[in-house]
């Protein structure tokens, strides 16, 4: 059939995460609540660090930039999914589905640079102390962030480059509550096999190996500390092994979705939420809040802001 006979499709349904209304209700809540809290966390800690001179060194900008990365990508999916759940009306665009699935790639392509560098300025500070001040310098530190978001974008484009030239014509129904890749690419009226192993091989490349890298990071780290300092393992430990579990709620629906894209499982829409309303709230918990000079920076925004109301 020739493709002028097709009617081209102009928005896509999401069929959401449950038909069951009480479900409805509860995720509607639990959402509400959760995006409320990653609003505050994150931007919590942007403000902190940006204004706390104290706090103007390598790891914490590039912590500030991971909570404000985390912070965009629950503004790019979460709102939408509540307004969804509230009013019943679960549908986008065709373009606005394109711009989501850019922009999802280029933070989350951003982010997984970003803990590479996160874990590369542990590794300097413990490994390498003496030379930290000369291998994390600021330029150092704007080439990371600069080149993390360069990342994003080049991947971004590159994952789209596969997927603008394909036509939908019919199927508009993503089940899911945001515009997934994989199941995008599904609903085109062409054969799509061999595009969503290329797309789908990027990514879990990229996913995999980032991870992998992530772990055997902190492991070289942790083996370090332990050959200079047996004490000092057991801290280390307990520091890590609350970054691994992050990385493995972030990388974990990245890995299940690209590396078996083809499991169309009720759980895999399921794990997306770890990565877009989980690790928002654990980020700032883990990698700031715990922080000693983090707490000592907030108890001090927390004074100056009363001497400032008391003022007359």
């Keep these: 059939m020739n493709k002028t006979n097709y009617s081209a499709v102009s928005e896509f349904v999401f069929l959401g995460l449950s038909t069951s209304r009480p479900m409805q209700h509860f995720l509607l809540s639990c959402s509400t609540i959760f995006y409320i809290v990653i609003i505050l966390g ?35 999916t979460v709102p939408k999914m509540i307004y969804d759940l509230y009013s019943g009306q679960k549908s986008i665009s065709f373009q606005g589905c394109v711009i989501q699935i850019f922009i999802l790639h280029v933070l989350g392509g951003s982010e997984m640079v970003l803990l590479i560098a996160m874990a590369f300025d542990r590794y300097v500070a413990i490994c390498k102390p003496l030379h930290y001040l000369t291998i994390m310098s600021p330029r150092m530190c704007i080439w990371l962030l600069v080149g993390a978001w360069i990342i994003g974008v080049i991947h971004s484009v590159a994952q789209l480059a596969f997927v603008v030239h394909l036509y939908f014509c019919g199927p508009n129904e993503i089940d899911s509550f945001y515009c997934d890749l994989p199941r995008f690419i599904k609903l085109a009226c062409t054969d799509t096999h061999t595009l969503e192993f290329i797309v789908t091989a990027n990514s879990g490349f990229i996913s995999m190996g980032t991870f992998f890298l992530l772990i055997f990071s902190y492991i070289f780290i942790l083996v370090t500390v332990w050959k200079h300092s047996s004490g000092g393992l057991s801290k280390a430990l307990f520091t890590f092994s609350a970054h691994i579990t992050v990385v493995v709620l972030f990388f974990g629906p990245c890995i299940f979705g690209y590396v078996w894209p083809y499991l169309s499982v009720p759980v895999d829409k399921f794990l997306s939420i770890f990565d877009f309303m989980i690790t928002p709230i654990l980020n700032p918990a883990i990698y700031t809040l715990r922080n000693k000079n983090m707490k000592v920076a907030m108890r001090r925004l927390s004074s100056q802001l009363q001497k400032s109301s008391q003022l007359p």
């Design 42 to 76: 994150n931007v919590l800690v942007v403000f902190i660090v940006t204004f706390d001179l104290h706090l103007h060194s390598p790891m914490y900008i590039l912590l500030a930039n991971l909570s404000f990365i985390d912070l965009c990508l629950s503004t790019l």
